[in-house]
């Protein structure tokens, strides 16, 4: 089945904790990007990849680190969470063309 | 600046027409698409519109009007299960193809 994988779904950390929401798509798409979802402000990106190595900032990129070692996986780093990235985050990729293929979506807590 | 508009909320009936309208003005443009995304759930590509014009499917179709920044979904034969949000997102031609989104539509269908 065509899907994005991301883990985990729901994630409760503390402040400063490092931690990663890993993402990985079986559709050989070369384009994957990461998005916050916050009430009254929709979804906005944090990162994008346009392929392997090569990724570029979004709107909203301050706090976060993302590597695209191949072309399946595109992990979402917070070295050092904050409160303010409580949020609940989604991974997509699609092709150069396409619609985007969403993940389930991780519900980030930081306290 | 870069920007999408669309009305927060709509209320329609069960078996009527409704029409979503997305204003965008953004730095290049290379597509646009719209998703739908019920509660507690990941958006899902419902259209993509990259030249002016009507692009139908089933009961859903999307208008473009380049000139004018402009965009509408159009739900004939409502149901209830399209009481979702409807998010209007452009995809720019620089920067690697970078997608904004609106902040969404939610659409109550009522009986």
């Known amino acids: 089945e065509a899907q994005v994988t991301q883990n985990p779904r729901y994630l409760i950390t503390v402040t400063g904790k490092k931690l990663t929401v890993t993402c990985s798509q079986n559709m050989n798409h070369e384009y994957m990007s990461w998005y916050r979802q916050d009430p009254g402000l929709g979804l906005r990106q944090i990162y994008y990849s346009m392929n392997v190595e090569v990724t570029d900032k979004g709107d909203v990129p301050e706090g976060y680190k993302v590597s695209r070692k191949e072309k399946r996986n595109f992990p979402l780093i917070l070295e050092s969470p904050s409160p303010n990235q409580t949020s609940l985050y989604f991974c997509a990729s699609s092709t150069r063309d396409g619609g985007y293929t969403f993940g389930s979506g991780t519900r980030l807590t930081v306290v | 600046g870069q920007n999408i508009d669309q009305p927060t909320e709509m209320t329609a009936t069960e078996g009527a027409i409704v029409q979503i309208n997305c204003t965008y003005q953004t730095s290049g443009f290379n597509g646009l698409f719209?998703?739908?995304?019920?509660?507690?759930?990941?958006?899902?590509?419902?259209?993509?519109?990259?030249?002016?014009?009507?692009?139908?499917?089933?009961?859903?179709s999307s208008f473009l009007s380049r000139s004018k920044g402009y965009?509408?979904?159009?739900?004939?034969?409502?149901?209830?299960?399209d009481s979702a949000s409807y998010l209007c997102a452009v995809r720019g031609n620089t920067g690697g193809f970078k997608t904004i989104f609106g902040a969404g539509t939610r659409l109550f269908v009522k009986a």
């Open chain 2, 71 to 81: 965009s509408y979904l159009l739900l004939k034969e409502l149901q209830m299960k």
């Open chain 2, 34 to 60: 719209w998703y739908q995304q019920h509660a507690g759930e990941a958006p899902t590509f419902l259209s993509y519109n990259v030249l002016d014009g009507l692009e139908e499917k089933g009961r859903f």
